[in-house]
């Protein structure tokens, strides 16, 4: 089986997907993989989804040859791929209109979705008001402090902003709450899950609408350059910026696959969010990946500076891709993140968003040992005006 | 073997029903969850279901969520869990146990490693929550090999062209959440729970339980008069939750006795 042919019909990536979730929800699951099925071969939808994305959210998005920053770190040439300047300021979006017409189609009137940053969560709240839609979003309590600009721009969209005060507080404790929501109201609702995870179909649905990033690049880099990158950087939280970017150059042998996770404070600390370089495999929130865990199987609490990476799981596909050696992970600390994101501001004018930072970070680590007529494609996954507040705060400024 | 089966057919030999009650091991305290499981005993039940605590119990409502947090708190995994049923087996080698958790503890410990424990230690059916039967393959083998009851939950949104190959998973009993939604939520149309038990029961000829929103004597024995057991949960843990310090088992007793009131009139 080639590695672009996963998952199989019943979610699985090797050892890793699957469905794993209670009774109640298994029904309105495989409506829900049904639907996408019919979905997916339906020209009407696909011709509705990629007019969306070109006239709503402004794709293609640029790839941009980042000069000056590549000057700095000497050595490979680094290009970005500006999903930041997607409307909304992230890749999410790509996602939430697949999701949102997915919904449409299936009569559901309400939508609920989990958020760590707030990026997902802004961009549920969008396609909601955007296709006129109830929408209710999850923000773990401590997000919802650090993430403030991003809750009152959900409010703006008419969402309705539930924080959640159970376990770490963060995106993992976001999601519990919104499967018991999913739960509670499955004949009504269409849950949005933000990220490549989750039970199946949403880490392959999640994934095929992301894809857009990765066939648009393909496109661009020989345009640009005449030919595809040597690496392709992305940071991995949950991980769907990373897999829409990573799927489509699956094929392309000599493109390197590098997803970085969140260090945290290091990974010898133990306080990070690196399941794929620090983690071992288990099931949680419906599916089998890398986890964060006690030796007794429970979650334990992740850190990382960005909030869209603070969680103890990952994507089932990138489980796989790193197991089959396709890709390799990494991981950038909160230093390395916030010293990259500077250099983006001042080298280049581009405020990228703390999760990107990480992606940026590696490149850093990575260009040097390259040549100056090798590439790098890092993909910028969001812009970081929601994260000013969270700069400013550690460089010690009141805003 | 496995003691639920026979304990079915005991209570079914007296028309009687069964009631099974829960509680988190480790909530409130490492040292009192054997004495209540005991006190669950005397004050009249059938089968005990025994929680397993987890960082992340996504089926859960806010009642069993707090209790998961109690009892990681006071720092009790798995294999407290299973110790503590090898203590209550010292002095009770009748009463059924049923571990009630996620998947992540089991398959961190490794499914045939935690099947030979949880026999060795007394257990007789597993419930994990997050495992259905089309994950379970080789799981409930692992089970039943170790004489393990592999038990399944059915839910209102099943629809019944799954019904069959739910009950061809199971072992001991089927639970069938009577609710959409986490436990502990309000509400239960019995009507409509009978209507769906009858369909069940043309394609599976295991006991069936009913749980999720059994409150009182009352609703507990509206549920007895349809089902073969009655699952309390929430109730019980709220009971544990609310009790004063040292009142905790009494008060358990108390709810307990009158839950088996109200599933005892049923059979009347």
Known sequence: MKLTDLPDSRGHFGPYGGIFVAETLMAALDELRVEYEKARNDPAFVAEFEYELKHYVGRPSPVYHAKRLSEQYGGAQIYLKREDLNHTGAHKINNTIGQALLARRMGKKRVIAETGAGQHGVASATVAARYGMECVVYMGAEDVARQSPNVFRMKLLGATVVPVSSGSKTLKDALNEAMRDWVTNVESTFYILGTAAGPHPYPMLVRDFQCVIGRECIAQMPELTGRQPDAVVACVGGGSNAIGIFHPYIPFDGVRLIGVEAGGSGVASGKHAAPLTAGTPGVLHGFRSYLMQDENGQIIETHSVSAGLDYPGVGPEHSYLKDAGRAEYVAIDDDEALAAFHDLCRFEGIIPALESSHAVAHAKKLAPTMRKDQIILVNLSGRGDKDINTVAKISGITL | ?268
């Open chain 2, 1 to 268: 073997m496995s003691r639920i089966g026979p304990t079915f057919t005991a209570l079914k030999a007296q028309n009687r029903k069964a009631l099974i009650p829960f509680i988190t091991a480790g909530d409130p305290g490492k040292g009192l969850t054997v004495p209540l499981m005991h006190a669950l005993v005397e004050a009249g039940a059938d089968i005990i279901e025994l929680g397993v605590p987890f960082s992340d119990p996504m089926a859960d409502g806010p009642v069993i969520q707090r209790a998961s947090e109690r009892a990681l708190a006071n720092k009790v995994g798995l294999k407290d869990v299973l110790a503590m049923t090898a203590e209550f087996r010292r002095t009770n080698t009748t009463t059924p146990v049923v571990l009630m958790g996620y998947a992540n503890p089991v398959e961190r410990m490794g499914y045939e490693t935690f099947a030979e424990a949880a026999k060795a230690a007394g257990v007789d059916g597993v419930l994990t929550v997050d495992i259905p039967p089309e994950e379970s393959a080789g799981v409930s083998d692992v089970f039943k090999a170790h004489g393990l009851d592999p038990i399944f939950l059915l839910s209102p949104t099943t629809p019944e062209s799954r019904v069959e190959q739910v009950a061809a998973a199971a072992g001991g009993f089927i639970y069938y959440v009577s609710l959409k939604g986490v436990t502990g939520s309000a509400n239960l149309d019995t009507e409509e729970v009978a209507q769906k038990l009858a369909m069940v029961r043309k394609h599976c000829s295991l006991p069936v339980g009913v749980g999720f929103g059994i409150r009182d004597a009352a609703t507990a024995e509206a549920v007895a008069r349809i089902a073969d057991a009655v699952v309390v949960g929430s109730r019980i843990v709220n009971e544990i939750e609310t009790a004063p310090e040292g009142e905790c088992a009494i008060r358990v007793r108390h709810l307990v006795a009158d839950l088996r009131r109200g599933v005892d009139a049923a059979s009347k």
